[in-house]
C-alpha cells in the first residue's frame, strides 16, 4: 500500500491520534506541493494523452473548471464525452470547445470510460457518482460533495467497492493561505482556538446555466450549502487537530419553506465558538478570524496568498504565495485527479475527508429557525396571508 493510502485507512483505526496527525501534515505537504508543482512539469503532463473521460452536467462548473483545463491535454477532442440533460446545452459547450463526443445520456459513453466529472445540480451529484464508482470509474464531484451525511456515506462505500477514488473539488483547500492557517493551528503555534468567525455574502452572480439554485429548494437547498460547502470544510479542516468535534449551537435562517438568502450559523468545539453569517442579498465584509490565545489570524475570505497576524496590538501580513486567481486552484485540482486517473500521482486529498463537513451542514438545516423578522409578526396583513398560504409555508414564521 502506498504511504498516503495507507495512512488514510489507519486514520480511522483504534490508536488514531498520532495517525492522524501522520496523515494531515503529509497532506498540507502534498498540497503546497502541488502549489509549487509549475512551469516544466506542468507543461510536461499536458504531452501526454487524456484517459477516456465523461463530464456529466455542461453548465457554468463544466465551462469554467474542467474544459480550460482537460483542453490542455494531447487527444482531448476524442478522449473527452460531455452529458447534459439538455441535448443542445451539451452540444453548445462540445462546439465552444472542440470536444466531438457529447449526447443527453449515458448511452453515447464508452465501455472503457476511466473516470467522470459530476457538475450537475447538487442532488444529483450522489446518484451520479455512485454510477460510475459502482463500475471502478474514478470520479471527480463538483462541491457540495453531496445533500446528506447518508449520500455521503454511499458514495465512500462506492467507491471502496468499486476500487476507485472519489474526489471533490473543494478547491480552497489548495489556498495557500489556508493551507498556512491549517499548518499554524495544527501546530498550536499561537495556543488554543478561542474563536472563528467568518462572513460569507455577496449578490448571487455566478453564470449557472440552469435555475436550479434559485428556484429548487429540493435540489438545490440555498445559500449555506451553496457557500457553507467551501467553509464548514474549512472550519472542520482547521479544528480537525482537537479530539472534540464541531457540534451546531444554532441556526438562524429567512427560508420561509423555500431556499434561504441568509443564514447565521454559530457552532461549538471544545471550547471553540464558531459564528458564520452567509448571504445571498447583500456584500457582506467577506473576512475570517480567528482568534487564538496568542494571536489573531485573519484576511480576506477569497484571498489564497496572504493572512494578517496580529500579536499584542501589532498587524504584521504574511505573504504566503505569489497572486493567484480562484479558478487556478480548482484547475490544479482537476490536474491532480487526471494524475490520480492515470496513476501518476496521489489525491491531494479525497471526498472522505470533507464529509465532517456535509453532516454538520445537516445538522445546521435540521435545526434552522427563522431569524426574528418584526416587519411579519406586526403587519396586519399577516392574519390575511397566513389564510392564503396556509399548507403552503412549511416555515413557523407567520405563526
Ligand atoms: N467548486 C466551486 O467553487 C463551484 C463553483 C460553481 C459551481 N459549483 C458546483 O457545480 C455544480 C453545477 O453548477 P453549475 O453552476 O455548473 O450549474 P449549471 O446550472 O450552470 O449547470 C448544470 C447543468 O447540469 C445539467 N443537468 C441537470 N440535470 C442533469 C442530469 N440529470 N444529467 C445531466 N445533466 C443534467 C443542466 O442541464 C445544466 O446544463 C453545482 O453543484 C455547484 O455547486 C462549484
Known amino acids: 500500500m502506498r504511504p498516503i493510502l495507507a495512512c488514510q485507512t489507519m486514520l480511522f483505526s483504534a490508536d488514531g491520534a498520532s495517525l492522524e496527525r501522520a496523515y494531515r501534515i503529509r497532506l498540507e505537504t502534498l498540497c503546497k506541493k502541488g502549489f509549487q508543482l509549475m512551469g516544466s512539469a506542468v507543461e510536461k503532463r499536458y504531452e501526454s494523452t487524456l484517459p477516456k473521460i465523461a463530464i456529466i452536467g455542461c453548465g457554468a462548473a463544466a465551462r469554467e473548471f474542467c474544459l480550460p483545463v482537460l483542453n490542455r491535454y494531447r487527444g482531448f477532442r476524442n478522449s473527452v464525452w460531455l452529458v447534459d440533460l439538455s441535448g443542445p446545452q451539451a ?6 470547445f ?5 449526447g443527453s445520456d449515458y448511452s453515447c459513453l464508452p465501455d472503457d470510460l476511466a473516470a467522470a466529472f459530476i457538475t450537475t445540480p447538487h442532488h444529483l451529484h450522489a446518484e451520479q457518482a455512485i454510477h ?4 471502478g470509474q474514478s470520479v471527480f464531484v463538483e462541491k457540495p460533495l453531496a445533500m446528506s451525511a447518508l449520500e455521503v456515506t454511499n458514495m465512500i462505500a462506492a467507491a471502496e467497492a468499486g476500487r476507485a477514488t472519489l474526489m471533490v473539488n473543494n478547491c480552497r483547500r489548495l489556498f495557500p493561505s489556508y493551507c498556512a492557517i491549517a499548518s499554524k493551528l495544527h501546530a498550536t503555534e499561537f495556543g488554543n482556538i478561542r474563536a472563528i468567525r467568518i462572513c460569507d455574502g455577496s449578490p ?4 449557472s446555466v440552469s435555475d436550479f439554485y434559485l428556484k429548487h429548494a429540493d435540489q438545490a437547498k440555498g445559500v449555506f450549502l451553496d457557500r457553507g460547502a467551501h467553509t464548514l470544510d474549512l472550519i472542520c479542516w482547521w479544528l480537525s487537530s482537537f479530539n472534540e468535534t464541531p457540534q451546531v449551537v444554532e441556526a438562524l435562517w429567512d427560508a420561509m419553506g423555500g431556499q434561504e438568502a441568509s443564514m447565521d450559523v454559530q457552532l461549538t468545539c471544545g471550547s471553540t465558538v464558531v459564528e458564520l453569517a452567509f448571504s445571498r442579498l447583500f456584500k457582506l465584509q467577506n473576512r475570517y478570524t480567528v482568534e487564538c490565545d496568542t494571536a489573531t489570524i485573519s484576511g480576506r475570505l477569497f484571498n489564497p496568498t496572504s493572512i494578517e497576524i496580529t500579536r499584542q496590538g501589532k498587524r504584521q501580513v504574511v505573504h504566503v504565495a505569489k497572486p493567484r486567481g480562484y479558478h487556478e486552484h480548482a484547475w490544479q485540482l482537476i490536474d491532480n485527479f487526471i494524475g490520480v486517473v492515470r496513476q501518476t500521482e496521489e489525491p491531494f486529498f479525497k471526498a472522505i475527508d470533507v464529509a465532517p463537513s456535509i453532516s454538520l451542514i445537516e445538522e445546521a438545516y435540521r435545526k434552522a429557525n427563522a431569524f426574528d423578522m418584526p416587519w411579519y409578526s406586526s403587519d396586519p396583513n399577516i392574519p390575511w396571508l397566513r389564510q392564503q398560504f396556509s399548507g403552503q409555508l412549511s416555515h413557523n414564521v407567520f405563526k
Do not use: P, T
Open 91 to 96: 452540444k453548445s459547450l462540445a462546439s465552444e
Open 98 to 102: 472542440g470536444v466531438e463526443n457529447y
Open 132 to 135: 460510475f464508482l459502482n463500475q
Open 204 to 207: 448571487f452572480e455566478w453564470k
